[in-house]
């Protein structure tokens, strides 16, 4: 299924997704499993912060979004604005 980016132009950021070309696996791994290849490809990825921004403001639960684990983006969403 093809997702039509200009009627979501707040998901304009994935067109560049470096994980729109390696496919979801990394980024969603089972449970336990490492989530280290995801977070390497997400340190090439040009987009991490407007994905992170997303993930966050969505409150996305699971998987690696902008580079963070969902531990670390739970964490970081306890952290107060004002110590970030
Ligand atoms: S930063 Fe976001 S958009 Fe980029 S590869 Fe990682 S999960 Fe995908």
Same mark, same amino acid.
């Given at each position: +299924?093809q *997702?039509? +980016?200009?009627a979501q132009p707040?998901?304009a950021?994935q ?5 729109a070309?390696?496919g ?9 499993s490492? !989530?280290?290849?995801?977070k390497? *490809?997400?340190? +090439?990825?040009? +987009?991490r912060?407007?994905?992170?921004e997303?993930a966050l403001?969505?409150d996305?639960?699971?998987? !690696?979004?902008?580079?963070l ?13 004002s110590?970030?």
């Amino acid at each position: +299924m093809q *997702i039509d +980016m200009t009627a979501q132009p707040e998901l304009a950021w994935q067109e560049q997704a470096l994980c729109a070309q390696t496919g979801a696996d990394f980024f969603f791994p089972e449970p336990g499993s490492s !989530v280290r290849e995801a977070k390497y *490809i997400c340190r +090439m990825c040009a +987009m991490r912060p407007a994905c992170l921004e997303y993930a966050l403001a969505n409150d996305e639960r699971f998987g !690696v979004w902008g580079g963070l684990s969902e531990k670390e983006r739970y964490a970081l969403r306890r952290v107060p604005d004002s110590a970030r």
